[in-house]
């Protein structure tokens, strides 16, 4: 009798220690079966330098103009926007946009926030040579507009 008990211990006690050390899952093809992987998706945008150009929810507008130029100080540029009443309105802030290919976005390899009430900037400290730059308006956070790419070259 003893030896019974003593066999039947030692198999709850295995059975026991076993059942927290598996790690495998089972996977019974039903259909509330959790999946193995995450499949939750996301919507990313890539960009890609020789594509940067506006998504259906980035528009370029002819009425926010962008001029400026390069100054004779190193790494400079003088630069005015001018909008319609009506962007400026609804403007949070300005975003300058600068890279070396045509048409920047957002995030861009260097950019600058104005708040809505300013039109000009000078900006320094930019990387010497061609260089293109854009300012966007930024509504609810994202660049909604786009004004006409700037080419300068920065001395």
Known sequence: MRKAHILLASAFALLLVGAGCSNTSTNNNSDNAMPEKNTKTTETT?????????????????????????????????????APQDLKDKVETWRLLYGKDANPTFPASWYFERGPSFFDKVWSGLPSGTAHIRVCAVVNNECTVFSNDLEVNIK
């Open 46 to 82: 890539k960009i890609q330098p020789e594509k940067n150009k506006p998504t259906l929810a980035e528009t370029t507008s002819s009425e926010l103009t962008l001029s400026g130029k390069a100054t004779d100080e190193a790494g400079t540029v003088s630069l005015t926007w001018s």
